[in-house]
């Protein structure tokens, strides 16, 4: 079974604070994603890579970076959070080719507050 | 732009009674359409999903739904509901295979014994 695992399940920080996400997939899949979860907008999508050191802008990427310096480990990165971003976020991952965006692997989820 | 509408943020239906949760897209071509379903602290599991050829697609858990191009919908049913298949659920459509998926805002399913 294809694996994906976030660092964390929950997680408390404060404003300003830099915050690290991890997320490791055990499958080699060449495409992850991260997402951010919210009640009644559901999954919209932050970044994604398609290769190592590669990265794409999803829908909101403001506020976010990620960095890909391995197959498995995508990361995503709070320079300076903010309590707007407190929320779920839930990494993904997908197998590569014309598929791959949609046979979407996810992990368990990292609830995030920032007080 | 691509968008998802689930109708209904929260359903409820007895135990053993018909589930039906309803999408629609706006696509002005036949997309590939998705049911993920998301379990109490859980990430999402792929239910089922429409790509090509026989538009009633089988998935999962008894879970099953109808591509209808004309009506631009791709609602899920199961015939019989269980408790266990209390959870989030959302449904997701991708225009082309080299087009990022767009969810659906979620509809989230209580079973009433």
């Known amino acids: 079974d294809v694996k994906v695992t976030q660092s964390s399940r929950y997680l408390v920080k404060r404003t300003g604070e830099k915050v690290f996400l991890e997320c490791v997939q055990d499958m080699d899949h060449e495409n992850m994603f991260w997402y951010r979860q919210d009640p009644g907008l559901g999954l919209r999508l932050i970044y994604f890579s398609y290769d190592v050191k590669m990265k794409e802008k999803g829908d909101i990427p403001e506020g976010y970076s990620v960095s890909r310096e391995k197959k498995e480990r995508f990361s995503l990165i709070l320079e300076s959070a903010s309590t707007n971003q407190t929320s779920m976020y839930l990494c993904?991952?997908?197998?590569?080719?014309?598929?791959?965006?949609?046979?979407?692997?996810f992990g368990p989820g990292t609830r995030l507050t920032v007080t | 732009a691509q968008s998802v509408t689930q109708l209904g943020s929260h359903v409820s239906v007895s135990e053993g009674a018909l589930v039906l949760l309803r999408c629609n897209y706006s696509s002005s071509v036949p997309p590939y359409l998705f049911w993920y379903v998301q379990y109490p602290n859980q990430g999402l599991q792929l239910l089922l999903k429409y790509t090509t050829g026989a538009t009633l697609v089988k998935g999962i858990n008894g879970f099953e739904a109808e591509f209808k191009k004309s009506e631009t919908s791709f609602h899920l049913t199961k015939p019989s509901a269980h408790m266990s298949d209390a959870a989030e659920y959302f449904c997701?459509?991708?225009?082309?295979?080299?087009?990022?998926?767009?969810f659906g805002p979620g509809t989230s399913l209580s079973v009433i014994p």
């Open positions: 997701a459509v991708r225009k082309t295979s080299y087009d990022k998926v767009i």
């Open positions: 993904a991952s997908s197998p590569p080719g014309a598929g791959g965006f949609y046979e979407q692997y």
